[in-house]
């Protein structure tokens, strides 16, 4: 299974956005492209740092810190474990490898899809390229992201732009999925994702609130097009 690194991902994005320079596009232009029309809601992603009444201090290496405040309306879900068992035909997974080529992380997206947050473009890729280095990547890096087409009882297979992958699991292999939760989920050390509106400050108001697990003090891979 190859692993691709959440970095080269954040990279290749980062090259697609700004596109090659050339003396016609350094022309300016009353007409708004299609990149500068798709702008991605109001969001922030990060590690809790430290958790006052109604707010939270988000931390990550991309925005610094944020504070994120929730109100009665905001809806909180949580990860929680699962098992093979919980994986069925129609699921979409992200998996990630271990060194011996088992999955090492299965992480079942809720509702059987790959949610985008409210108003991100539809036409955003559900997996990664095939061409992207290789490389064991930061924890949670990304690895395979696609729908399941059948189950075994010592794996699973994805279906993916690449065609299908035959993914084997193993007894390390750990596995998650979403679940309600309540405002008590957001705590010191846990990684959060949150979608809603910024003030002038950039403090955020969040409609919703997603909380994962950090690993070694640390939050990893994000979907695609997942604020951070």
Do not use: H
Not at 90 to 108: E, H, L, N, P, Q
Not at 163 to 170: C, H, I, K, L, M
Not at 188 to 203: E, F, H, I, N, P
Request: with cysteine.
């Amino acid at each position: 299974m190859t692993l691709a690194t959440a970095s080269s991902v954040l990279l290749i994005s980062a090259l697609a956005g700004c596109g090659g320079a050339s003396d016609d596009a350094a022309e300016a232009t009353d007409e708004p492209t299609a990149q500068t029309q798709r702008q991605l809601p109001p969001g922030a992603s990060g590690l809790v740092a430290d958790v006052d009444g109604r707010t939270a201090q988000v931390q990550s290496d991309q925005s610094g810190q944020v504070a994120v405040s929730w109100t009665s309306d905001t809806t909180f879900t949580q990860e929680v474990d699962a098992s093979l068992e919980d994986v069925t035909v129609g699921d979409v997974v992200m998996v990630t490898s271990a060194d011996d080529g088992t999955a090492a992380t299965v992480r079942i997206m809720p509702d059987g899809a790959a949610q985008r947050p409210e108003g991100m473009p539809e036409d955003l890729p559900s997996d990664l390229p095939s061409d992207l280095p290789e490389g064991d990547g930061p924890p949670g890096g990304f690895g395979i992201l696609g729908e399941v087409a059948a189950v075994s009882a010592d794996g699973f297979t994805v279906s993916s732009n690449d065609g299908e992958v035959a993914v084997t699991v193993g007894a390390g292999t750990t596995y998650t999925t979403t679940g309600d939760a309540t405002a008590d989920a957001v705590r010191t050390g846990v990684c959060v994702s949150a979608q809603g509106d910024t003030d002038d400050t950039g403090a955020l108001t969040a409609t919703s609130i997603s909380v994962t697990r950090a690993v070694d003090g640390e939050c990893g891979g994000r979907m695609p097009g997942a604020p951070s």
